[in-house]
């Protein structure tokens, strides 16, 4: 039981990540009902993900039912990606694509004029 218990501490919370590399444009969402969104934009290359994500602590690993772009390189089967500290690290196209956790901005309230 401690240890599922340290597993869960060490896991990434589910968050929106992205990447601020040169040349690399990149996103990961991480939702908390193990579902993700990714895109890539990395030289000529353009890609895009969704399925699900599962993490053991050390690696998130991410699963595609959906995959599209992917230029000579497999689609997502439990595609790994290291736990360093908060951020996550992917291993694509020859190099390692950084993502760290970006906080979004509250919604705005759209419904401003019901509260009067």
């Known amino acids: ?4 218990l340290l597993v869960a501490a060490d896991a990434p919370p589910a ?16 939702d908390s009902d193990g579902k993700f969104q990714y895109q ?8 895009s993900a ?13 699963t ?3 995959m599209v772009g992917a230029y000579k390189s497999p689609n997502f089967t439990r595609q790994p990606l290291k736990i360093d500290g908060d951020r996550l690290l992917l291993s694509r196209y020859d ?3 950084r993502f760290e956790r ?6 705005a309230n759209k419904n401003k004029n019901l509260e009067k």
């Open 95 to 97: 190099t390692v694509i």
């Open 64 to 66: 595609a039912t959906k």
């Open 50 to 62: 969704e399925g699900s994500w599962s993490s053991d602590g050390a690696n998130v690993y991410l």
């Open 102 to 107: 970006e906080e979004l901005p509250a919604p």
């Open 15 to 30: 968050g929106f990540y992205v990447s601020n590399q040169m040349e690399i444009g990149a996103a990961l969402e991480l």
């Open 1 to 4: 039981m401690a240890a599922l």
């Open 40 to 47: 890539l934009d990395y030289g000529a290359v353009s890609e």
